[in-house]
């Protein structure tokens, strides 16, 4: 849901004003948070 959603409201800000720097928003932040909270650490990372 969260995907889908930064997705649609990236794009929802973007279309008015022509430009994708929303999109682009999203895009940067949705790849930080699962970089820093999903994905698995490996055992280096985790000491």
Same mark, same amino acid.
């Given at each position: 849901? !969260?995907?889908?959603?930064?997705?649609?409201?990236?794009?929802?800000?973007?279309?008015?004003? +022509?430009?994708?720097?929303a !999109?682009?928003?999203?895009?940067?932040?949705?790849?930080?948070?699962?970089?820093?909270?999903? +994905?698995?650490?490996?055992?280096?990372?985790?000491?």
């Open positions: 849901m !969260l995907t889908v959603n930064m997705f649609e409201g990236g794009l929802m800000v973007s279309r008015p004003q +022509r430009r994708d720097d !999109l682009g928003f999203a895009c940067c932040h949705l790849e930080e948070y699962l970089e820093t909270s999903i +994905r698995v650490k490996t055992r280096a990372e985790k000491s």
